[in-house]
């Protein structure tokens, strides 16, 4: 093979590796959701409540402890699952019950929640539970107008009263 | 096809034209690749043929990486609200240079991670992940896992659409495991979340990961002697040309800004790095992690897998070593350290680590006292294969000289891995096989011509081609007087010949040889001095001068 067929072969191979190292850089497109569809994210941090309450300690308890420690309260750490709801246009999408996060089980519990659903006007409905008694003390309940490629996070604040939605 | 003939301090080369149709190879993967790579010989000459130096490339391709994203990164502002506005800028206010040195991180990158996925699958199709070559596999795993860090990251700091899926579809992938308190992904899930320290911590990591990344590739290449770590200028130049050419012709660009509120629909993904984010969506993101946990324990069990009977490996004679580290430099594996003698003597002594010896007797053919003229009645040599030892080579050559045969005779050695020399036998024609060529000491060559030989032949495997990386390269280097132990000066050149042949490749050595015959016949009788030892055992016998 002569140097010039050589050279125009090595040219052409090179040039290959370039158009396929520069169409697989940004090609085929990947569709991650459909344009007639938009996205719903149930997202918080937020920890239930003690599962059991405090209690004071007696005088002979406490003389019992060092002094550094002689709390007058013994709260037990451990705390209640967090359960929540999710309903979209009256039918229910999940149910998450979180445990509380640490060792000891007395962390936030955490829930995160992806769901893909049709743009247009919906109906949701969330409550949610942090007590031992598994009593749904928070609830909210939206019409919300996603538009397509719109994002609903829901996400939970006790401070500002409950849920909160953001869009 | 003729074959095309070099010369190289006297001695002649013979390498045929490739033969890809004739390639035989216990797998057929082998086989294909073995096609593949001899074709592209032909284009670029196995020192600049891609195929043949991929960990060379990656290698080439990292630095490049490096260097536009030094550039890049003097630019960058890490911050959420200047990162996007940076990067547009880089890219649109200064396209000359900005513009490329971005597309050329992208791109070395994306052609980074193609050529080490070729590199593995490489490795794969030769078996070179099994015995001593396990740590060499095992090392080259993780830098899958920190190479795709990597480049993930890098999309990260971008904080376009992209980005913003990237981080989201990370985070949630990660959050599958059970090892996060607070869900990582709530990081991306709300404006006020992406902070300016977010953006600080994502440009550590990514100069952090590929710093490990770079400290992988070190440790990777520390069981091999000579790392092919740089290509060859022809093809390290291609490589650039071609890169920037894309640069210019199709610039990198950022899609819109990251927008929390908004999901991203249509992705001009990354396919190199992001290949894997279709699986978590289509899939589930346990599924995607039970397919990257276990095809990182498939790669990583595969060197205890199929491990067949473990050869001989090299021995040293301590009596017979006189420390010149010429195996310790020679040995493809690192296999080989040179350690004090006992007793206080200056002179080192070689130590063969058993766990990483390849067996291939490069370090008997690098032992100068592998020399046939010794006088004993026994060659011991200082570093030598106990299953083909040297002596056992010269007691089989002394037989084969002292049998009358047919002029010209030639003795022919050649790496039993290369195109066999064992169906060259015939009249006049004895044939030697060796673990490898470079297990040759240069000096059997002229202790052969001086006791009866008219010509030797010496069958190597194409260039690049060596089972043992260099063994092709150092016996080149040893014939041609550019290494120690050299082929000595006075053997006269037009009596030896070099023939480059691979396996399946065998019609084209018997053609090579039949040519070296017929020069051979054509030049007047061999005058040399016999060797001493030949003359001290036949004395009172004819010899022929």
Not at chain 1, 25 to 40: C, G, K, M, Q, V
Not at chain 1, 91 to 101: D, F, G, S, Y
Not at chain 2, 413 to 429: K, S
Request: net charge positive; charged share 20%; glycine share 8%.
């Amino acid at each position: 093979m002569n140097t010039i067929a050589r050279y125009a072969i090595q040219g052409v191979l090179y040039a290959a590796f370039a158009a396929f190292v520069g169409y697989f850089s940004s090609a085929p497109t990947y569709r991650h959701i459909e344009p007639d569809e938009a996205l719903l994210r149930l997202s918080f941090s937020h920890a239930g409540e003690r599962k059991q309450p405090c209690r004071t300690r007696t005088p002979e308890e406490l003389a019992k402890l060092p002094p550094n420690m002689r709390a007058p309260l013994d709260c037990p750490r451990e705390r209640a699952d967090v359960t929540v709801e999710l309903e979209l246009d009256g039918k229910l999408i999940h149910r998450v019950v979180a445990p509380p996060t640490g060792l000891a089980r007395d962390g936030a519990s955490t829930v995160y929640r992806r769901v893909v659903v049709a743009a247009g006007r919906h109906q949701v409905r969330v409550r949610l539970s942090d007590n031992p008694q598994g009593v749904f003390n928070y609830t909210a309940e939206r019409s919300v107008d996603l538009g397509a490629g719109r994002v609903l996070l829901i996400d939970f604040n006790a401070a500002a009263g409950g849920f909160v939605f953001r869009m | 096809m003729a074959p095309t003939a070099l010369r190289r301090r006297g001695v002649t080369l013979t390498v045929p034209e490739p033969a890809a149709r004739n390639a035989v190879a216990p797998a057929l993967c082998g086989a294909a690749l073995r096609a593949i790579e001899r074709a592209f010989d032909r284009m670029f000459g196995a020192q600049a043929n891609p195929w043949r130096h991929l960990g060379a490339l990656s290698f080439f391709l990292f630095w490049i990486v490096v260097a536009s994203g030094i550039y890049v990164y003097a630019f960058f502002d890490p911050s959420a609200a200047g990162a996007f506005r940076s990067v547009e800028a880089l890219a649109r206010e200064q396209p000359y240079m900005g513009g490329v040195a971005r597309s050329l991180h992208r791109y070395a990158s994306d052609a980074f991670a193609l050529t080490v996925v070729l590199h593995l699958v490489r490795e794969l199709a030769l078996g070179h992940f099994r015995g001593f070559r396990w740590f060499s596999w095992l090392s080259g795993v993780p830098l899958i896992w920190l190479m795709i860090a990597s480049g993930v990251g890098g999309y990260w700091l971008v904080w376009d659409e992209l980005a913003q899926f990237v981080a989201i579809a990370t985070t949630e992938w990660l959050d599958w495991l059970p090892a996060f308190g607070e869900p990582l992904v709530r990081n991306f899930v709300a404006p006020e979340a992406v902070t300016d320290r977010l953006f600080t911590l994502l440009m550590f990591l990514h100069i952090g990961i590929p710093l490990l990344l770079l400290a992988g590739m070190f440790v990777h290449i520390q069981r091999v002697n000579y790392a092919d770590v740089g290509p060859a200028r022809a093809l390290a130049s291609g490589t650039v040309i071609a890169l920037v050419a894309l640069s210019v012709a199709k610039p990198a660009l950022s899609h819109g800004a990251a927008n929390l509120a908004l999901a991203p629909q249509a992705l001009a993904l990354d396919w190199f790095y992001l290949f894997f984010y279709p699986l978590l969506y289509g899939r589930s993101a346990g599924e995607l992690w039970a397919w990257a946990a276990g095809l990182t324990l498939l790669l990583l069990l595969l060197p205890a897998a199929r491990r067949g009977a473990r050869e001989p490996v090299a021995e040293v004679s301590l009596a017979n070593c006189n420390g010149c580290a010429r195996c310790f430099a020679d040995c493809p594996y690192a296999a080989i350290v040179m350690r004090p003698r006992e007793g206080g003597s200056e002179r080192l002594r070689a130590v063969v680590l058993p766990g990483w010896c390849a067996s291939c007797g490069i370090c008997a053919g690098a032992c100068p006292s592998s020399t046939p003229f010794r006088r004993g009645e026994k060659l011991v040599t200082g570093i030598d294969m106990p299953q083909r030892p040297v002596n056992a080579l010269r007691e089989a050559l002394e037989r084969a000289l002292e049998a009358p045969a047919p002029a010209p005779r030639v003795v022919a050695f050649g790496c039993d891995r290369a195109a066999p020399v064992g169906p060259l036998e015939q009249p006049g024609v004895t044939a030697f096989g060796l673990i490898c060529v470079s297990m040759l000491p240069p000096s059997f060559i002229e202790y052969a011509l001086r006791d009866g030989a008219d010509g030797v032949l010496v069958a190597a495997c194409r260039e690049g081609e060596c089972a043992y990386r260099t063994g092709e390269r150092l016996a080149v280097e040893r014939f041609a007087g550019r290494r120690e132990p050299h082929l000595r000066a006075n053997v006269p050149p037009a009596r030896v010949r070099l023939v480059h042949a691979g396996e399946g490749e065998e019609a084209e050595l018997a053609r090579a040889l039949d040519e070296f015959r017929a020069e051979l016949a054509r030049l007047p009788r061999l005058a040399i001095r016999p060797a001493a030892r030949w003359r001290a055992r036949h004395a009172g016998h004819p010899v022929k001068i």
